[in-house]
Nanobody
Framework: QVQLVESGGGLVQPGGSLRLSCAASGSIFSFYAMDWYRQAPGKQREWVTTITSGGITNYADSVKGRFTISRDNAKNTVYLQMNSLKPEDTAVYYC????????WGQGTQVTVSS
């Protein structure tokens, strides 16, 4: 099974930026789409964005224009560039491999607060 490891979370002020990374083990990474999800305290996990194996992207309305997903297949890594962060973006962010029996990372905390 593919192992996913997120990094890059932290504390940032409103209006700031962070870049999350998700590194995948194994050789199948490039064949599958990747998602980012997030889960705020007391709320259900919600979908944030997807990038297909061919690089086509889609975003939730709440992050469109502020977040950018990208991937580097040579490095088996997917990224989430988050700009103009808002307090409501505070959550644990998870990456997900869109494959049969797809894998999840352990999550990385993003806190947006002054």
């Amino acid at each position: 099974q593919v192992q996913l490891v997120e990094s890059g979370g932290g504390l940032v002020q409103p209006g700031g930026s962070l870049r999350l990374s998700c590194a995948a083990s194994g050789s199948i990474f490039s064949f599958y789409a990747m998602d980012w999800y997030r889960q705020a305290p007391g709320k259900q996990r919600e979908w944030v964005t997807t990038i297909t194996s061919g690089g086509i992207t889609n975003y939730a309305d709440s992050v469109k224009g502020r977040f950018t997903i990208s991937r580097d297949n040579a490095k088996n890594t997917v990224y989430l560039q988050m700009n103009s962060l808002k307090p409501e973006d505070t959550a644990v962010y998870y990456c997900h491999l869109v494959a049969p029996g797809g894998s999840w990372g352990q999550g990385t905390q993003v806190t947006v607060s002054s």
